[in-house]
């Protein structure tokens, strides 16, 4: 397994991030015993870092995460988040990040954790019709509610989701408050790290992992698999969540799914097994992004994400061949 910092955090975080999220569904509807065979197996083949928030499972996957870790008396890296959504929770932002703070904790088992993020996403103006939040939010209350949870000792570092509008995002990164950002990138968008054509179909993160990195933040790649469409089939692992919505990519699941046919090349001439590898190993060729968070439903799929680990990023040749076809997209 490699390792790579998070920014100027200091953490060398495994590439590969163990999501403990409700898309692959392990830590949130898998069998206890699985759960922790799964979790240990991943920590013996050296992943060290496991991400997790409040909204899965409505507490499951941080309460279930707390627990294996407990038993299997790891010492890995944990991530958690924050977000708003009520009006209470809108109307006092400190208060309401310090209370789910400790409620994460309390789940966890745990008296800190390393990272805390920001699940909102973040617009200029906060838009009072959804759980978006304004600069003036995250950069005020949100950031003064982080700096006291370190202060006490229940975070070491802290960061944002980056979701929302880009120049709000962009804004965000290079004030230097937050020490990670967690970015949606994969073969169907890849635009927080390459230049996508003007009239490219997917939402634009105009090379944010480049801002990021200039600012000495850690990148976490999330969605890497596109939720899964990327092995290229419809079908679920029956543990996963049913369905899923994408994030900046198609208008659907089944759209995302059939577009990976302009992927396929990349096995057809021998780059890669299969779609899986060359989503995880397109990851992995971004030197900005310390780890991609996988989520998984069985053991199985945690071993073939371990071996393609092993095989490092994509040749130069396949990424180049994949930016005449991302320009292709623009013309669709």
Not at 5 to 26: A, E, M, Q
Not at 29 to 54: H, K, S
Not at 128 to 136: R, Y
Not at 265 to 294: I, K, Q
Request: aromatic share 8%; glycine share 12%; with cysteine.
């Amino acid at each position: 397994m490699d390792y790579r910092l998070l920014g100027k955090t200091g953490l060398r975080l495994s590439v590969l991030g163990f999501g403990c999220g409700s898309v692959g569904g392990l830590m949130v509807r898998g069998e206890p015993g699985e759960q922790v065979r799964v979790v240990a197996r991943a920590i013996a083949a050296g992943v060290n870092y496991f991400d997790t928030a409040p909204l899965y499972g409505e507490g499951q996957s941080e309460q279930n995460l707390g627990r294996v870790l407990n038993e299997l008396q790891a010492t890995v890296y944990v991530g958690t988040k924050v977000r708003l959504s009520s009006a209470a929770d809108l109307g006092n932002l400190p208060g309401a990040i310090m209370r789910s703070v400790d409620t994460s904790l309390q789940r966890l088992r745990r008296e800190r954790v390393d990272l805390i993020q920001l699940h909102n996403p973040i617009a200029r103006q906060r838009e009072s019709s959804t759980e978006t939040l304004g600069l003036q939010d995250v950069l005020g209350d949100v950031v003064a509610a982080f700096q006291r949870l370190r202060e006490q000792g229940k975070t070491q570092f802290f960061g944002i989701t980056g979701l929302g509008e880009t120049a709000a995002l962009h804004q965000v990164i290079d004030s230097g408050a937050f020490q990670s950002v967690q970015t949606c990138y994969n073969l169907l968008n890849p635009s927080a790290a390459y230049a996508v054509p003007a009239r490219f179909p997917a939402l634009n993160f105009a090379r944010l992992m480049e801002r990021a990195a200039g600012q000495g933040m850690g990148c976490i790649g999330i969605r890497v698999l596109a939720a899964g469409a990327l092995s290229g089939v419809e079908d679920r692992h029956p543990i996963a969540v049913p369905t899923v919505a994408p994030i900046g990519s198609g208008p659907d699941y089944r759209a995302d799914v059939l577009h990976t046919s302009t992927l396929r090349f990349l096995v057809e001439e021998g780059y890669v097994e299969n779609l899986v590898e060359a989503a995880l190993r397109f990851a992995w060729s971004t030197p900005h992004l310390s780890t991609a968070l996988v989520g998984f439903s069985s053991l199985e799929q945690l071993e073939q994400a371990v071996t393609y680990a092993g095989r490092g990023g994509l040749p130069v040749e396949a990424l180049y061949r994949l930016m005449q076809v991302w320009e292709q997209f623009g013309n669709t």
